[in-house]
């Protein structure tokens, strides 16, 4: 792993593959460091064409932390919110700059795709494709998340390793895929790793201030010229099915995609079909 400076902050960051292979930068959802990337999701998208960059988003992992911010205040949308998502967005686009790369295909998931809405509406020539997984375009109506998702989301983080593990894999449980096997002892392992390489529950909450207040992006994405693929699970407790078909119909000429048992997660036994989707999308958007 590497750190640079970018929009003014430090970036930690990790690359995969081969430079001269297909741009892909992936960015993570609310919480998550790049360590939670699945190697072997990593490994199939590598192994069909990309050159990939994974990050820290500000306020988590290594990346910088905006502790002098303090707590965001529970009007979302105030003006003194630590950052919002365009922040993060310009982000994005200056660790690309710093790596030097003119353009990509940016993927996220969940929050990462908030963020990478907002970069291609802010620096359309800067993205290559669009694909937004598990996310949302903000529009309001939408369904809110299950009682039980909900809860797992907002209940306070606790301090000490093993109770931080314990919450963890009890979160992941309910946002999971429950048409796919729940491994307990994978979630565990990857929650201890997560605590002991940086744990910041303050950076989640102003994480999570950013993405109320950044509010209704259909406007911007409706006016996207890029290609946009749109993966979402059918079984979404946090973020349900409709906040997918919605961001595809916000978008011109976006494709939509539903993954059946999926919930919020990304299983490991759908890592190569959601892979091969993503692979072929981002060749046929170099094609264009």
Known sequence: MARV?????????????????????????????LIHWDPDFLQALVDRGHYLVIFDNRDVGLSTWF????????????ADLAYGLDDMAD????????????????AGMSM???????AAIRHPGRVRSVT?????????????????????????????????????????????????????????ERAGRAHDRAFH?????RQLAAVQAHGD???GLAALRVPALVVHGSDDPLLPVEHGRDTAASIPGAELRII???????????????????????????GR
């Open 5 to 33: 400076k970018a929009n003014g902050i430090e970036i930690e960051y990790e690359t995969f593959g081969e430079r001269s292979a297909r741009p892909l930068v992936l960015l993570r959802g609310l919480s998550t460091q």
């Open 260 to 286: 059946e048992g999926m919930g919020h997660d990304i299983p490991r036994e759908a890592h190569e079909e959601i892979a091969e989707l993503m692979a072929a999308f981002t060749k046929r958007a170099e």
């Open 201 to 205: 529950p303050a950076g989640v909450a």
């Open 67 to 78: 502790d002098h911010a303090g707590l965001p205040g529970l009007a979302a949308g105030s």
């Open 132 to 188: 937004s997984v598990m996310s949302s375009s903000g529009a309001p109506g939408l369904p809110s998340p299950t009682s039980a998702a909900l809860a797992a989301l907002l209940t306070p983080t606790p301090e000490e390793r093993e109770a931080y593990v314990e919450h963890t894999v009890r979160g992941q449980r309910v946002i999971g895929s429950p048409g796919f096997p729940f491994d307990a002892e994978r979630e565990a």
């Open 112 to 118: 990462g795709g908030m963020i990478v809405q907002a």
């Open 91 to 106: 982000d994005t686009v200056g660790l690309m700059e710093a790596l030097g790369l003119e353009s990509a295909h940016l």
């Open 217 to 219: 992006r259909r406007d």
